[in-house]
């Protein structure tokens, strides 16, 4: 059974950090481009970051740029996301999601119909 798990959100306040974690079972993230995309409450969902596999080139919406980093440990069959200098702005539940093919797809990575198998999401609240 294939299955993704995200870990590791919270609250946290303004310029604060959080690390999420995405778990694989039933499958190895390292045969797939994985992408992590926040939904906030009334917004539709949004494409965060996405990282390819084998080159492990990566992608992030401009509005984390600078602040957010994706990485891959493969032998823990989990990808990261590490989250600095967090603003209110970031506030939403964070999901993981497979991609179809090995690499994120340059112009629509940041679309959530690139991807099959999505996981159930973390919150993260970043608030004073």
């Known amino acids: 059974q294939v299955q993704l798990v995200e870990s590791g959100g919270g609250l946290v306040q303004p310029g604060g950090s959080l690390r999420l974690s995405c778990a694989a079972s039933?499958?190895?993230?390292?045969?797939?481009?994985i992408g992590w995309f926040r939904q906030a409450p009334g917004k539709e969902r949004e494409g965060v970051s996405c990282?390819?596999?084998?080159?492990?080139?990566?992608y992030y919406a401009d509005y984390v740029k600078g602040r957010f980093t994706i990485s891959r440990d493969t032998a823990k069959n989990t990808v990261y996301l590490q989250m600095n200098s967090l603003k209110p702005e970031d506030t939403a539940v964070y999901s993981c999601?497979?991609?179809?093919?090995?690499?994120?797809?340059?112009?629509?990575?940041?679309?959530?119909?690139?991807?099959?198998?999505w996981g159930q999401g973390t919150q993260v609240t970043v608030s004073s």
């Open positions: 990282i390819s596999s084998r080159n492990g080139s990566t």
């Open positions: 999601a497979s991609d179809r093919g090995l690499y994120c797809s340059a112009y629509g990575w940041f679309a959530p119909y690139e991807y099959d198998y």
């Open positions: 039933g499958f190895t993230l390292d045969s797939y481009a």
